[in-house]
């Protein structure tokens, strides 16, 4: 590939050689290998046997045929080589070529593109590293699914492998154009082998704006695949060649065409529309909006400077020698960016160690750090929201941080947190008394009752009630024998499932209740000591269940899970019957069920009066209604439940045991 012609000759600088030789060696492995996947796909098609029939069916047959005979052992030798070359090359290119461009750029940081520093090196290598990485893992497939006998699963890795591979080649060839002296060109020069440019300019308020990043993508279904980049000159001029191997999937003839403008440390500050099925020669002009600040903040522009040093160490884990390694790395002192000098990276440090304890943003922090306010808790708890603010906005409109929309509710949270944390150093555990009853008033034992802070959702402690349906539970209080705390109270049965949740203002002094709904304590019995009248089984059913209590056929979610044999229609009603017994006795739950609701969800979802209505004269409508507050509350224990369940799956952390019987 007579790629000098296209891109322009060799530097002729000492420096430069090693880097642009190891840069035509990775391009011609990329050659290399492209030409051995298409040996392979064409081995697997088997494209010496298309006169075999005329129809699909006749094909694939004939295909697979010659997939599992005698070319099985040529595709797996070929493959094998494959996968050594492409394994080879990732261990012998990269570490060299980062300290080539690293001698390089030390001997002349003006060398090249004024996009390619020291600091975005990194950047460059990483990117060239993930295709390499990537095509090694297809690869790799590649060779499981031609051992596995894997036909249709060989062909699509040989897709993905030609897929990575492009990407590559275009990372490759970006890299090899920054070395260049202009930094415009990438990919093929404007016309080479069918190649597309995309020009225009970048303004703001009708002001060239010059020495930004402008990127072109090709729009995909569900993404974007960048096809160069260039940086705009003196009049905000750039242009942006590429080839049309780089969106030549789907067999298309051009690219849906966007283009994105960054500055110097990658933020983004406009974007054009997508130009679908552009020409060969596109024309785009983009004006940044008036209100965007073009020159990146001292926050931004620190960040990414450490993103390229830290190598993946987060802030809170570094220790005071990395500390004062980055201050001279970063020659903080030293730089009319960061006018604080090395307490740029002090308050930095403050900043993101105070976001682990308060639901903030780490750029509003440093924000404020950078304007004197003292990164403590006591600060933001006894400090006005107006003086934050006053602080806040003086840090954006000198740069120092960016403007967020959300910055006054930010601080006020902040400030809500801080005080309660201030509040609560005096607080000590006390033991606090809880009991749980029934209607009427009759102690329920057995049951489990957890607690959690009203205002933060934060689980506090649980405990079991004892015969007489207390527990004793050590809650930290205010000081003082009539401190109260706002907490959220939930109580599950003995098989795990939340029966009712109830928000409590407890003190230390006296016992705080919590009272089950109508009917909750029947179904851990068997069904066979009901009266079978009571949830309108017939003998023969109650017979078939006799052993099984209406906790067990909920916790299944229905008869059948449990193996019984049972008339499908009375078998619903029955897990009805157990699911509506949540929130009333047997014989209105029945009564429920027979009026067709088969959850406490469904009778929330329904209108109150409608509800009333709709169970005629089954139920007392002073009950009924009582029931529906009832479902409503059992409705929002579930939503709470699957809520935390999402988010313990979110999270890694271990899910709730208990659940709500219910067809939500």
């Known amino acids: 590939m007579a790629r000098d012609d296209e891109y322009g000759h060799m530097d002729d600088r000492p420096l430069a ?31 010496r046997d298309d006169d075999v029939g005329s129809t699909v069916a006749e094909v694939l047959d004939e295909v697979e045929e010659t997939f599992v005979d005698e070319r099985d052992a040529e595709v797996e030798s070929m493959v094998a080589d494959l996968l050594e070359a492409v394994r080879s090359a990732r261990q012998d290119t990269y570490e060299t070529l980062d300290r080539e461009l690293s001698k390089l750029l030390a001997a002349d940081p003006g060398y090249g593109s004024d996009e390619l520093t020291p600091g975005t090196k990194d950047r460059y290598i990483g990117e060239l590293t993930d295709h390499h990485d990537r095509l090694c893992a297809v690869t790799a497939g590649l060779s499981d699914r031609i051992e596995e006998g894997d036909h249709e699963g060989a062909l699509a890795c040989v897709d993905e492998a030609r897929t990575a591979l492009r990407h590559l080649e275009s990372a490759t060839l970006h ?91 990658g933020g983004r500050l406009a974007a054009s529309d997508v130009r679908y ?12 909006p008036p209100e965007v600040v073009v020159e990146p903040s001292e926050y931004a522009r620190l960040r990414h400077e450490l993103k390229a040093v830290l190598n993946g160490v987060e802030l809170t884990d570094l220790s005071k020698e990395d500390v004062e390694f980055l201050r001279h790395e970063l020659d903080l002192a030293g730089r ?34 950078r304007q004197d306010v003292e990164l403590r808790v006591e600060t933001f708890a006894t400090t006005s929201t107006e003086e934050m603010m006053i602080c806040y906005e003086t840090a954006v409109a000198e740069n120092i941080v960016g403007h967020r929309e959300n910055a006054e509710s930010d601080i006020t949270a902040i400030q809500r947190r801080a005080s309660r944390s201030v509040e609560r150093r005096d607080w000590q555990s006390r033991a606090v008394i809880f009991e749980v009853i ?14 959690a802070d009203q205002l933060s959702g934060r689980s506090i402690a649980s405990g079991t009630t004892d015969a007489e349906g207390r527990v004793t539970i050590q809650v930290t209080m205010p000081p003082g024998d009539d401190a109260m705390r706002a907490l959220d109270a939930t109580v599950t049965n ?20 919590v009272t089950l709904p109508r009917g909750v304590g029947d179904d851990g019995t068997a069904i066979g000591e009901l009266d079978p009248r009571t949830i309108g089984l017939p003998e023969e059913a109650t017979a078939a269940l006799e052993a099984v209590s209406l906790a067990e056929i909920r916790s299944a979610g229905d008869v059948a899970s449990l193996g019984i044999d049972l008339n499908s229609e009375v078998g619903d009603h029955v897990a009805d019957v157990a699911r509506l017994a949540l929130m009333a006795d047997l014989e209105t739950a029945s009564a429920l069920a027979t009026a067709g609701y088969d959850s406490p969800v469904s009778v929330a979802d329904t ?15 002073d009950v009924a209604r009582e029931i529906h507050t009832t479902s409503q509350v059992q409705s929002a224990v579930l939503s709470a439940t699957l809520a935390g369940r999402r988010a313990a799956v979110a999270n890694g952390t271990d899910v709730p045991a208990f659940d709500i019987g219910g067809d939500a």
């Open 494 to 513: 003995q098989v795990g499932e939340a029966i009712v949740s109830k928000q409590l203002s407890v003190t230390a002094g006296s016992p705080s209740t």
């Open 175 to 265: 890299l090899k154009c920054m070395l260049r002296s202009d930094g415009t060109s990438v990919v093929p020069a404007d016309g080479a082998d069918g190649g597309s440019v995309v020009k225009g300019r970048i303004t703001q308020d009708g002001t060239a704006a010059s020495g930004l990043t402008v990127r072109a993508y090709d729009r995909d279904l569900r993404g974007h695949e960048r096809l160069g980049e260039a940086t705009t000159n003196a009049d905000g001029r750039y242009r942006i060649a590429y080839g049309p191997d780089v969106f030549a999937a789907g067999e298309r003839a051009s690219a849906d065409l966007l283009i994105r403008v960054y500055d110097e440390v």
């Open 277 to 288: 099925n552009a020409d060969a020669s596109e024309t785009i002009d983009l004006e940044i």
């Open 336 to 369: 009319a960016a960061y006018p604080a000098g090395g307490e740029t990276l002090t308050t930095l440090l403050e900043a993101a160690a105070l976001e682990e304890r308060f639901p903030a943003d780490t750029e509003l922090l440093y924000g404020l750090g």
């Open 17 to 47: 050689q090693p880097c642009l030789a190891r840069i035509e060696r990775l391009l011609d492995h990329c050659d290399e290998v492209a030409e051995m996947l298409d040996v392979i796909g064409r081995t697997l098609v088997d494209e």
């Open 438 to 451: 029934d209607v009427d008033g009759d102690p329920a034992p057995g049951y489990r009752l957890s607690l």
């Open 607 to 621: 209108p109150v009066e409608t509800f009333v209505e709709s169970i005629g004269d089954g139920v007392d409508p």
